[in-house]
């Protein structure tokens, strides 16, 4: 039908939804906001990409990821609130206008659009991409496997009916290499890779391929620490951090990993609420403060990249 579903920052949003919310953001903000197209998904969805700061030459970027996984809706939900706060926000908040005016933040607010379509439609609890595995009848790969970082060799699976299916070569997906592809192109001035996940409350960092320490430990510790501490000062949502290898557990192929090997130093991947009550089913009802809360980390990192 060609009845459109009303966008909500409270609610979970449809694709369809979605695309139409960040076209408008855009044309409602054209010194703040632009929306580009950086590729189309197997089921030939495009993959729009929201540029937000001030516009200016040669300025560094932070990129923003959510939706890697279908059934983790609390995400792009997030990804949303962000550009929502930073729009909103620019010119009264010091912090946001300070972000905007010496950063871009890259947003992609739903990477893997085909398997999230498929959560609204068929199955809410699914988690990989859509795409068809030769001699197999069972379908798509898991996207958080698929980047060239100790790719296939631990923590995931070469079984394509396997939900951690690494793919048949690294950036087999045509999401993954879309967004591998436009990271490589700006790799000069992308000094931050955030990745948004759910659940667990965790703000991880490289590396889940090897519990060798990354050589910046000791610094991405740090800003993790300070990170969840700003998260955890709004409503005492309580996140453990590290490495992934050992806060988590030991997984190849990893967009994180493979982002700060590329040589993006500031590599996150957050894991949203909850802990496990309600899982990826997160209520409608938490949105806000998730969202909230979450962007009390996400301001301390930028704010870590702009002074460092
Ligand atoms: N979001 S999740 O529940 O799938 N957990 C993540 C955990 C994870 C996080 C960072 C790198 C590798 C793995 C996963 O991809 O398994
Ligand atoms: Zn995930």
Redesign the pocket.
């Known amino acids: 039908s060609n009845i459109r579903a009303v966008h909500s920052y409270e609610k979970y949003n449809d694709l369809d939804t979605i695309n139409a919310w960040s076209a408008n953001i855009a044309a409602q903000n054209p010194t703040l906001v632009s929306r580009l197209e950086i590729g189309t998904s197997y089921e030939g969805r495009p993959l729009y990409l929201l540029k937000v700061g001030k516009s200016g030459t040669n300025k560094n970027a932070v990129f923003m990821d959510c939706g890697f996984?279908a059934r983790?809706w609390i995400t792009p939900a997030f990804c949303q609130w962000f550009v929502k706060e930073a729009v909103d926000n620019y010119g009264s908040d010091d912090q946001i206008t300070d972000l905007l005016d010496n950063l871009d933040v890259y947003v992609l607010t739903v990477m893997n659009v085909d398997g999230y379509v498929y959560s609204w439609n068929s199955n809410r609890m699914w988690?990989k991409t859509r795409s068809a595995n030769k001699n197999s009848a069972c379908v798509g790969t898991?996207p958080?496997r698929n980047f060239n970082a100790g790719w296939c060799t631990v923590g995931a699976s070469s079984n394509p009916c396997d939900e951690?299916y690494c793919g048949t070569a690294p950036e087999s997906e045509k999401e993954s290499k879309a967004l591998a592809d436009f990271i490589r192109a700006n790799i000069g001035s992308i000094k931050a890779y955030l990745t948004i996940?759910?659940?667990?409350q965790m703000l991880?960092f490289p590396y889940?391929y090897t519990y060798a320490l990354a050589k910046d430990h000791t610094e991405l510790n740090n800003v993790a620490k300070g990170a969840v501490s700003a998260l955890t000062s709004l409503y005492g949502t309580k996140y453990t951090y590290g490495p992934?290898g050992t806060t988590?557990?030991l997984?190849s192929g990893?967009s994180?990993?493979w982002a700060y090997d590329t040589g993006i130093k500031y590599s996150f991947?957050f894991?949203l609420r909850d802990t496990g009550k309600y899982g990826f089913i997160l209520p409608e009802s938490e949105i806000v403060e998730t969202c909230e809360e979450t962007m009390l980390a996400v301001k301390y990192i930028a704010d870590h990249v702009l002074n460092n």
């Not at 996940?197 to 667990?200: F, L, M, P, Q, T």
């Open positions: 996984h983790e988690r898991d958080n951690t996940h759910s659940y667990s991880l889940s992934g988590i557990y997984s990893g994180d990993d991947t894991e």
